[in-house]
C-alpha cells in the first residue's frame, strides 16, 4: 500500500505518474490523505495571476478544459480515502518527538491504518522524522 | 494486516480500533479497483508538467501554506 502527497496525486490524475504508481493504482493500494486532496484542489483552484494553473488552461478547449478541471476536483474512486471518523483516533494517540500539523499527524495516522509506505515529491523534515519515529516507509520520489 | 512493532501501546490500541471500524466501513480498499481513466488531452498534460517544471506548483503551495500552516511542507 502506498499513501500519496498531492503532486503525486496531481501526476496521477494527469496521466503522467511513475509507472509504480499507475501499478499500484490499477492494483487498488494508492490512497492520499483528506489534506493532500484539499491542498491540490486549492492549488489549482484558487491561484491567482500568471502563475496560476487555472489561467494556464485558458487556450485549451473548453470541453477538454472542464473535463481536465473536473478530474482535478473529484478525487477518483480508484484513489483511496480514509475517514476522518478513523483517522482523527489515531492522529490524537501518536507519539513522535516533534509537534507535527494536521497534515503531517493526518498522514502518519492514515499511514499506520494501512500500514502503508508514505511517497511524496518533495522532502519535509518534519513528516520524515515522524515515519522515523513510527517505523513507516518515507520514500521521496522525484 | 501487520501489526507494527514498537508502537505505544495506546497508539496500537487506536490502530487496531481504527483498523476495524475501517473495514467495516469498507475504507480499507479504494471505491473502485483498477487505472485511472485520464481527462487530460496531451496538450493539458503539458500544461500540468510545465507548471510543476517551473515552480508554479510550488510557488501555489507557499501561497496556501501562509493562509493555513496546517497545510504547510515543514
Redesign the interface.
Known amino acids: 500500500m502506498i499513501l500519496i502527497d498531492d503532486?503525486l496525486l496531481?501526476?496521477?490524475?494527469?496521466?503522467?505518474a511513475p509507472a509504480e504508481i499507475?501499478t499500484a493504482?490499477?492494483?487498488?493500494e494508492?490512497?492520499t490523505t483528506g489534506?493532500w486532496y484539499?491542498?491540490l484542489s486549492?492549488?489549482v483552484t484558487?491561484?491567482s495571476g500568471a502563475?496560476?494553473?487555472s489561467s494556464?488552461?485558458q487556450?485549451?478547449?473548453e470541453a477538454?478544459?472542464l473535463?481536465?478541471l473536473?478530474?482535478l476536483g473529484e478525487l477518483?474512486?480508484?484513489?483511496?480515502?480514509?475517514?476522518l471518523?478513523?483517522?482523527v483516533?489515531?492522529m490524537?494517540?501518536?507519539?513522535v518527538t516533534r509537534p507535527l500539523?494536521?497534515?503531517?499527524a493526518e498522514a502518519l495516522?492514515a499511514a499506520?491504518?494501512?500500514?502503508a509506505a508514505i511517497a511524496v515529491t518533495?522532502d519535509?523534515?518534519?513528516?520524515r522524522s515522524g515515519a522515523t519515529d513510527?517505523?513507516i516507509t518515507y520514500t521521496v520520489i522525484g | 494486516m501487520a501489526t507494527r512493532q514498537g508502537l505505544d501501546a495506546n497508539l496500537a490500541a487506536a490502530v487496531a480500533r481504527g483498523r476495524a471500524r475501517a473495514a467495516a466501513s469498507g475504507e480499507l480498499t479504494p471505491p473502485r479497483v483498477g487505472p485511472i481513466q485520464s481527462a487530460f488531452s496531451d496538450e493539458a498534460r503539458k500544461i500540468v508538467a510545465d507548471w510543476r517544471r517551473d515552480g508554479g506548483y510550488l510557488r501555489a503551495l507557499v501561497a496556501i501554506a501562509e493562509a493555513d500552516p496546517d497545510l504547510a511542507v515543514q
Do not use: C, K, M, W
Open positions: 503532486q496531481l501526476v496521477a490524475l494527469s496521466d503522467t499507475n493504482i490499477a492494483r487498488g494508492v490512497f489534506s484539499y491542498r486549492r492549488a484558487a491561484g502563475g496560476a494553473l494556464r488552461f487556450a485549451l478547449d477538454v478544459r473535463g481536465v473536473a478530474s477518483p474512486e480508484e484513489i483511496g480515502l480514509l475517514s471518523r478513523v483517522v483516533p489515531v490524537q494517540a501518536l507519539a500539523n494536521f497534515l503531517n495516522a499506520l491504518l494501512l500500514d518533495v519535509a523534515p518534519l513528516l513510527l517505523a
